[in-house]
Structure formats: structure tokens, C-alpha cells
């Protein structure tokens, strides 16, 4: 089992609906991270929060908007997404930015786009 | 910029023997870390070994051992008496903070490592 709990495991949506991807953790990280992971493709780094505020936007489209309600947890809202978007989502958490912590990622949900 | 670079694609090797990874790094930090991640099919990636770029000492973890050399920017890492639980994909990564961009990590484009029974 992972320390970092990602929920939903799986989910299928359509272009027009909205949904939200959560994820938690409960080993006292100030650092959670989003990425996205295609098939054969090594992570990429969507956002950086940093005591729950963000530090880093990758230049991700604002049909991803990311949402830290406390150190604990994150959120990444889904809205009008197009059929490229479907991917794993994987969200990490480390200590501190800055420290040489190694990040802990979640089992990611595996999202598709009608 | 940074950059991260796993030569070998894709290795199959028969279960107990051992497996080599490459990786090679770029850089211009004078401070940074390395890492070797596994992503099994689960999807979840598992931290493995860390180094950072003032310890070039070389060690041996279980199954696991590392060959870290700043003078030609590889970390290598070798699994000996590989078994069929190892097969998964395997990330290189480095790590480097800057005030600008904080703490990112750059993957190389990972290696998948097969072990046949």
C-alpha cells in the first residue's frame, strides 16, 4: 500500500462533464505535485504546491485547475476536457521544496475522454 | 536545462540474472540529486536509491547497487539475481532547487526490464 492515496483508481468521462481527481496524504509533506503520464512516456510535471499555496504551473491548460484546502490534501477539478487529456494522473508529496527528499507518488488514476 | 537520458529502451533477461541500467545526466546545478524510481504495472512509482552530486561513493543495497560518476555524469544502477517481481518500467531522475522553480524533478524517458522465468 502507498502512503499516498489517490482516488478515483479509474475514470471515464465525457468532453462536457466536470469532475475532480483527490489526493491525500498523511506523512506530514508540505510538497504535493501533480503529474500527468502517458503511455510509454516518462511523468510530466503539472503543478507544484508548496504550503499549500502554488509555486509551480507548468503551463497547463485552465481545464486543469488544481485546489490544495490544506496540507493533507489536494484536488485537480476537470472541466471540458478534450480526448488528449486521457492519461494516468499521478500526485506526489515530499518534504520541503528545496531538501533532497525523494517524492512518494500515489497509484495515479487512469483517466479516459470519451 | 536539464536533461536526462536512458539509452536502453526496453532489456529482457532470464530470471537470476543480473541487469544493468543506464543513465546519463545533464546539468549546469553544482548542487543536485539523483534517483532511480519503479514504476510496475500498478502504475504507482516506487522510490528506490538516492544520491547526491557530493558523494560519489558507490553502494549496495540487497539486490540493489548504484555506480554513480560526476566526471561522466552517469548513475547506473544494477539489480543482481534479477527476479520476475523486478520486471517494470525503471526511471532515472534528477532533482534541483531553484528559487525560480522550485524543486522539479526531470525524468529520463525510462527503461523497461523484463524478467522471464
Known amino acids: 500500500d502507498t502512503e499516498v492515496t489517490q482516488t478515483p483508481k479509474h475514470l471515464v468521462m465525457g468532453m462536457t462533464n466536470k469532475k475532480s481527481l483527490k489526493c491525500e496524504q498523511h506523512?506530514?509533506?508540505?510538497?504535493m505535485y501533480w503529474y500527468k503520464q502517458k503511455a510509454k512516456k516518462p511523468p510530466e510535471l503539472m503543478f507544484v504546491?508548496?504550503?499549500?499555496?502554488?509555486?509551480i504551473n507548468e503551463s497547463v491548460p485552465s481545464r486543469f485547475s488544481p485546489e490544495c484546502p490544506n496540507s493533507s490534501l489536494l484536488n485537480l477539478h476537470l472541466h471540458a476536457l478534450q480526448p488528449e487529456d486521457s492519461a494516468l494522473y499521478l500526485c506526489?508529496?515530499?518534504?520541503?521544496?528545496?531538501?533532497?527528499?525523494?517524492?512518494?507518488f500515489g497509484d495515479g488514476t487512469r483517466l479516459s475522454i470519451l | 536545462a536539464q536533461k536526462v537520458t536512458q539509452a536502453q529502451t526496453e532489456i529482457s533477461v532470464v530470471e537470476k540474472e543480473d541487469v544493468t541500467l543506464d543513465c546519463v545526466y545533464e546539468?549546469?546545478?553544482?548542487?543536485?540529486?539523483l534517483f532511480w524510481y519503479k514504476q510496475p504495472p500498478s502504475g504507482e512509482l516506487v522510490f528506490l536509491i538516492r544520491?547526491?552530486?557530493?558523494?560519489?561513493q558507490n553502494e549496495i543495497s540487497g539486490r540493489y547497487s548504484w555506480n554513480f560518476q560526476k566526471s561522466t555524469s552517469s548513475f547506473n544502477f544494477t539489480i543482481t539475481a534479477s527476479q520476475v517481481v523486478d520486471s517494470a518500467v525503471y526511471f532515472c531522475?534528477?532533482?534541483?532547487?531553484?528559487?525560480?522553480?522550485?524543486?522539479?524533478?526531470?525524468f529520463g524517458g525510462g527503461t523497461r526490464v523484463l524478467v522471464k522465468p
Open positions: 544520491r547526491n552530486s557530493f558523494d560519489e
Open positions: 546539468t549546469r546545478d553544482t548542487t543536485y540529486y
Open positions: 506523512m506530514g509533506h508540505r510538497a
Open positions: 506526489a508529496s515530499s518534504h520541503l521544496q528545496g531538501s533532497n527528499q525523494p517524492q512518494h
Open positions: 531522475a534528477l532533482s534541483a532547487y531553484s528559487k525560480a522553480a522550485g524543486n522539479k524533478l526531470t
Open positions: 504546491y508548496s504550503y499549500e499555496k502554488l509555486s
